[in-house]
């Protein structure tokens, strides 16, 4: 399955988290990425809820690399504190307090094309949380992944109530496998 795709221009990166060459591609750009944060403390906010399913991509990857302990990397947003709507510009405030000029990597479920469901993005800039359910919430990051985990459409919020938890759980392993790689020393 060659399913990566590479928009040059602003090296925004996206694979199928079934095609291990498009993981392995889209994780070289992230170290790349990562370089640029020099001396800066690493922040990985992991947005979403427990309380949905396709919402949950965020807080479960979150868990799961915190569990993991890697060095040099903080993690925000976890199954029992998740970072969400509510509680986002709270977050952000007390990470500007406690960080200086921290490097934040932003990470989120989001909804698009039927073709698109599985693929996993790296943008540079900011990530605007919430557009899929019509909420304005600040935007937040230097970089961001988003995980596609179902098709937009009509009713948002029943579709991330419906979408299947195996495709979280599978790009939720696929996140914490490429932070691993890169913080772990795998990935030279």
């Known amino acids: 399955m060659n399913s990566v795709s590479i928009f040059s221009e602003n090296r925004h990166v996206r694979a ?3 095609d291990q060459q498009g993981i392995t591609y889209l994780q070289i750009w992230l170290k790349k990425y990562l370089q640029q944060a020099k001396d800066r403390p690493v922040i990985l ?3 979403g809820t427990d309380r949905s399913t396709g919402d949950s991509l965020g807080p479960l990857t979150g868990t799961k690399i915190q569990k993991k302990r890697l060095p040099g990397l ?8 998740p970072v969400h709507a509510e509680n986002l510009e709270a977050t952000l405030q ?10 934040i990597i932003a ?14 993005t790296l943008s540079p800039g900011p990530l605007k949380p919430g557009t899929a359910v019509n909420k304005e919430l600040p935007k937040v990051g230097e970089i961001h992944l988003t995980g596609i985990v179902n098709i937009n459409g009509f009713a948002q919020y029943l579709i991330l109530q ?6 979280v759980w599978q790009m939720s392993n696929v996140i914490c496998n ?4 890169i913080y772990s020393g795998y990935l030279k």
């Open 178 to 181: 490429i932070f691993a790689n």
């Open 107 to 120: 990470l989120d479920a989001c909804l698009g094309s039927i073709e698109s469901v599985g693929f996993i």
């Open 45 to 47: 906010l992991c947005i």
């Open 162 to 167: 419906n979408t299947r938890l195996n495709t």
């Open 16 to 18: 199928h988290y079934n």
């Open 74 to 81: 903080k993690v925000i947003g976890t199954l029992a504190e």
């Open 94 to 103: 007390k990470i500007n307090l406690v960080y200086v000029n921290p490097y």
